[in-house]
Structures are given as C-alpha cells and as structure tokens.
C-alpha cells in the first residue's frame, strides 16, 4: 500500500511569508503527527491530529498551527516565516492515537525541505 | 520530557555485531522504549519497541536492564544498509490516547566495508 506522502518535497520562501505543507497517511490510518527536524536540535515533536482534533503538542510557537481532514489528510501551516523555520518537516502516520504504545509504529514520509531567505 | 542518552556516533565492521547503548534513567512504569532510524535523506523507519522483556524481531534485538534505565539495541550483522543515525526513544503516555514519542540527537552508526 501507498506510504506516508508529503507536498512540497522542497520550498523556498523568504522572512515574513506563511508556507502550507500538506501530508496524505497510510490509506486507513487516523492518526498525523507532525516533527521539525533541524540539525542543531533534531527532530522535535510538532503536534498530533487523531480525527481532525489536536491531541498534542509541543513546545513551539502559535505561529505553527495545523489541521486534519475528515479524509485523514492533514496539513501544517507556519506564518510569518523566520529564518529559523528552515528545517525538514516531517509527516507521520499511525492507525489511532495511542496506538503506538502496543505496534510501536509511526509511518513517516520523505519530508518538505523548507528553506527561508 | 524524559531523555535518553546515546553515543554520538558509533563505528562497526560489515557482517559484525553492533550493540547501540541507549540510557533512560527517568523512565517511568508505563513508558515504552522505541528504537527508530534515520537512512540518507529519508523519514525515520521503526526498528523496534519493548517495556520490560527483550524483544526479537527480524531488524535486530532489544536487550532491556532489568531496572529499565538502559538498554541496548542488536543488530547481529551489519550491513552497509545499516549505516543510519539510530535514536533511542521513550514514549509517554499523557493519559487517554495521548501518547508522544520525544526524538533525542541520536547515534549515527558508520559502517565499514
């Protein structure tokens, strides 16, 4: 079956523009996670969407926000974009909330590469 | 968040054991311990899970302490494929089906030919 999928693959924007970042999960899976992944501090937990409703969070600023479809299809959308933001945002997927506990499994995608100028 | 503690990098020999120590000593009762890793410009890929007993399955083995602070992930023959960073997690469950797993820096594995 078809993997985790993620658009763009790769995006430039400059300071001050939003970018949107779309992630299709494992056709049946429910839930979408999303990590920042920088090489000072590793990848870093965004948040989860487990039936278009925010189960977690991490410690990032409300300029990164996201959602999910009743499709299982999330996107994430980062405003006012800091050089900072330059990072790889990876997508994963998992069949229910929680459900990592007992498969110990995250799906996750080949990633959006997003540079800022 | 509860940490883990790996080496930065770590060097093996094709077809030889590797052994990836990881230390968690603020795990608690309920938290599961996840090995993912990372290849060359790709997502991470789960390798393995456990909570208390050694887990087998056909990627590597996970030996756990018997007090849970550390544990140690086999890979009993190296391949070239398995050059990768290797992270060590432990996931929390905040209640309910709240459950996150925190990505530390990780060990990047070089394998030689």
């Known amino acids: 079956k078809a993997g985790v999928t993620q658009t763009p693959r790769y995006l430039i924007k400059t300071r001050g523009q939003q970018v949107t970042l779309s992630c299709s999960p494992i056709?049946?899976?429910?839930?979408v996670s999303w990590y920042q992944q920088t090489p000072g501090q590793g990848l870093q937990f965004l948040f989860e969407?487990?039936?278009?409703?925010?189960?977690n969070k991490g410690n990032f600023p409300g300029r990164f926000s996201g959602r999910q479809f009743s499709n299982s299809r999330s996107e994430m959308n980062v405003s006012t974009l800091e050089l900072g933001d330059s990072a790889l945002y990876l997508c994963?997927?998992?069949?229910?909330?929680?459900?990592?506990?007992?498969?110990?499994?995250?799906?996750f995608g080949e990633g959006s590469r997003l540079t800022v100028l | 968040d509860a940490k883990t503690t790996q080496p930065n990098s770590m060097e093996s020999n094709e077809e030889e054991p590797v052994h990836l120590p990881c230390n968690h000593s603020?795990?608690?009762?309920?938290?599961?311990i996840h090995w993912y890793r990372q290849l060359p410009s790709q997502g991470p890929e789960y390798v393995i899970h456990g909570l208390t007993s050694n887990v087998n399955n056909r990627m590597a083995s996970l030996a756990i302490a018997e007090d849970r602070k550390s544990s140690t992930l086999i890979l009993h023959r190296a391949t070239l494929r398995d050059a990768a960073v290797y992270y060590c997690i432990l996931g929390k469950n905040s209640g309910g089906s709240n459950y996150k797993l925190t990505f530390g820096k990780g060990t990047l594995l070089t394998v030689n030919p």
């Open positions: 994963a997927s998992s069949l229910l909330a929680g459900e990592v506990a007992n498969t110990g499994e995250l799906f």
């Open positions: 603020t795990i608690s009762g309920t938290d599961y």
């Open positions: 056709s049946g899976h429910r839930s």
């Open positions: 969407y487990f039936s278009e409703t925010q189960r």
